[in-house]
T-cell receptor, first 112, second 118 residues
Framework: SQQGEEDPQALSIQEGENATMNCSYK?????LQWYRQNSGRGLVHLIL?????REKHSGRLRVTLDTSKKSSSLLITASRAADTASYFCATDVRGGADGLTFGKGTHLIIQP | GAGVSQSPSNKVTEKGKDVELRCDPISGHTALYWYRQSLGQGLEFLIY????????KSGLPSDRFSAERTGESVSTLTIQRTQQEDSAVYLC????????????????FGPGTRLTVL
């Protein structure tokens, strides 16, 4: 089964609204990362949160991590049409030795 | 600076042929990763290189898949006797491993190679 599983699978909101995506995982992790993918190609790294961190901000992005619940959330505030993409969480279990384990992603659509 | 590059960007081949996919990581990145993404799916980890060494090849889908890396730079992923189920986007990523005890592993991805096996 997937280590990282995002929900919802798809999300459609109006421009300007906030978008929240969740991720759950199963095993202990070194860190958790969120990536964005446009049009099924290039992934762009958004933010990395370490296992000893609880919250992290980067511009309009806010990521939380709850290791007791093995879950993370990604909040995009004041969404824009350009935020339309697929968002993946990825867990890093051994600091890179096994690669990252990705979920199937949340497809976010921002309606203008 | 230059990011991760991959070639070719698209490859169409006939079932049974061999293909070779190339990845040029970011200069100075010691870690290199290959992933596969099938239509509508997340990414499946294939193999990881630290320098020129791949400690664990168990993520490769079958013995038709092999990978190598030379000079701590370019890596090639070879698929022999391709099958239709090999059709996917193959993504390469590189990362800068930190000092002892600090593994950043923020991965920078290339644009991928879309492989279609007819």
């Amino acid at each position: 089964s997937q280590q990282g599983e995002e929900d919802p699978q798809a999300l459609s909101i109006q421009e300007g609204e906030n978008a929240t995506m969740n991720c759950s995982y199963k095993t202990s992790i070194n860190n958790l990362q969120w990536y964005r993918q446009n049009s099924g190609r290039g992934l762009v790294h958004l933010i990395l949160i370490r296992s000893n961190e609880r919250e992290k901000h980067s511009g309009r992005l806010r990521v939380t991590l709850d290791t007791s619940k093995k879950s993370s959330s990604l909040l995009i505030t004041a969404s824009r049409a350009a935020d339309t993409a697929s968002y993946f969480c990825a867990t890093d279990v051994r600091g890179g030795a096994d690669g990252l384990t990705f979920g199937k992603g949340t497809h976010l659509i921002i309606q203008p | 600076g230059a990011g991760v590059s991959q070639s070719p960007s698209n490859k169409v081949t006939e079932k049974g042929k061999d293909v070779e996919l190339r990845c040029d990581p970011i200069s100075g990145h010691t870690a290199l990763y290959w992933y596969r993404q099938s239509l509508g799916q997340g990414l499946e980890f294939l193999i990881y290189f630290q320098g020129n060494s791949a400690p664990d090849k168990s993520g490769l889908p079958s013995d038709r898949f092999s990978a190598e890396r030379t000079g701590e730079s370019v890596s090639t992923l070879t698929i022999q006797r391709t099958q239709q189920e090999d059709s996917a986007v193959y993504l390469c990523a590189s990362s800068l491993r930190g000092a002892l005890g600090e593994n950043y592993n923020e991965q920078f991805f290339g644009p991928g190679t879309r492989l279609t096996v007819l």
